[in-house]
C-alpha cells in the first residue's frame, strides 16, 4: 500500500495566501472526492502537489510514503507516481497524442528499459477502445482542436497508460453528455485497485453515481473544512453548502476574505 499525505499545506500565488492548512491522506485502493464552491482552493491544491511553479508552498509538507514531494522537481514528482488531468488540459502543436504517450511513459522508465512500440501500440489501442476513442485521435497534434469531451477523455486514457500510484482528476466530468461520463467512469473504475489511489475533484454528485467515493471532502476558504462518507456527497446534491457554513459559522467560503 502506497500513501499519500498532505499535512498543514499552506500556498501562496503571487504575494496571496490560497491555501491555509491542507489536511488530506490518501492510500492506495481509495478513492476520494473533494468537493466544494468556487474559488475554494480546489484547484490550486492539484496544482500545488504537482510542482506548478507559480504556486509557492510556504508551509507544510506533502508526501508519498514518506518521501518529500515538495524537494521533488515536476518530472520526479510523475515518475514517483503522481498524476494530474488539469481542468483545462493545454493543448500541444506539433507533438501528436501518440508521441506524447510513449515519451511520457519512457521517461518513467530507466533508460534501456523504454516500452516496444508493438507493446505501446496493442496497449493504446485496447485502451482507446475501452474508452469509445477514435483511433486517429492518436495521431492528431496534442488537445488541438479536441472538443471539451474529446480533452477530457484523453486525460483518462494518459491515466490509464501511464498508470500512476496517485491521479487527481480536476473536474474531469465537467462539460461530459452522460454517454462520456460513463465512458470516462468506466476508465477510472478500472483502474481501481491496490496500485492506485484517486482524488477526485468535483462540483457534481452525477460523476460519484458512477464511481463510488470511499471519502468525500468539502473544501473552503483554502482547507478541507468537512469529511465523510458518500452520502455527504448526496446531502450536498440536495441542500447545498449553506448548512456547512452555518454550522461551522464561516461567511465567505471563498479565500478571497477570510471571516
Ligand atoms: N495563478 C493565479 N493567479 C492569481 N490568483 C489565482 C491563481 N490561481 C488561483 N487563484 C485564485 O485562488 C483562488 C482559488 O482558486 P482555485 O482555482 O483553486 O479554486 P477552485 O476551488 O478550483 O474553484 P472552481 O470550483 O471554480 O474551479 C481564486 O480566488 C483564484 O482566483
Ligand atoms: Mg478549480
Redesign the pocket.
Known amino acids: 500500500m502506497s500513501t499519500l499525505e498532505i499535512k498543514g499545506l499552506h500556498v501562496e500565488?503571487?504575494g496571496?495566501e490560497?491555501l491555509k492548512g491542507v489536511d488530506l491522506t490518501i492510500n492506495t485502493n481509495e478513492i476520494h472526492a473533494v468537493m466544494?464552491?468556487?474559488?475554494?482552493?480546489?484547484?490550486?491544491?492539484a496544482?500545488a502537489i504537482m510542482g506548478h511553479p507559480?504556486?509557492e508552498v510556504t508551509a507544510g509538507t506533502v508526501t508519498l510514503d514518506g518521501e518529500d514531494v515538495l524537494e521533488m522537481e515536476v518530472d520526479e514528482r510523475a515518475k514517483a507516481g503522481l498524476f494530474l488531468a488539469m481542468?483545462y488540459p493545454s493543448e500541444i502543436s506539433g507533438v501528436t497524442n501518440a508521441d506524447f504517450l510513449r515519451s511520457a511513459i519512457n521517461s518513467q522508465r530507466e533508460e534501456g528499459d523504454e516500452v516496444s512500440l508493438m507493446k505501446f501500440i496493442r496497449e493504446l489501442d485496447s485502451k482507446m477502445e475501452t474508452l469509445e476513442m477514435d483511433q486517429e485521435m492518436a495521431q492528431r497534434y496534442l488537445n488541438e482542436g479536441f472538443s471539451g469531451g474529446e480533452k477530457k477523455r484523453n486525460e483518462i486514457l494518459q491515466l490509464m497508460m501511464l498508470k500512476p500510484k496517485f491521479a487527481i482528476l480536476?473536474?474531469i466530468d465537467s462539460g461530459l453528455d452522460i454517454d462520456a461520463l460513463k465512458v470516462v467512469s468506466k476508465g477510472v473504475n478500472e483502474m481501481r485497485g491496490e496500485n492506485f489511489g484517486c482524488l477526485i475533484?468535483t462540483?457534481y454528485q452525477r460523476l460519484l453515481n458512477y464511481i463510488t467515493p470511499d471519502k468525500v471532502h468539502v473544501?473552503m476558504q483554502?482547507r478541507v473544512v468537512k469529511s465523510g462518507g458518500p452520502e455527504l456527497a448526496q446531502k450536498l446534491e440536495a441542500q447545498g453548502y449553506d448548512w456547512i457554513k452555518e454550522e461551522l459559522g464561516i461567511e465567505d467560503e471563498?479565500?478571497?476574505q477570510e471571516a
Not at 36 to 45: A, C, H, M, Q, Y
Request: charged share 20%.
Open positions: 500565488i503571487e496571496k490560497i466544494g464552491p468556487n474559488g475554494t482552493g480546489k484547484s490550486t491544491l496544482s507559480k504556486y481542468q480536476d473536474e475533484i462540483h473544501m483554502g471563498t479565500v478571497g
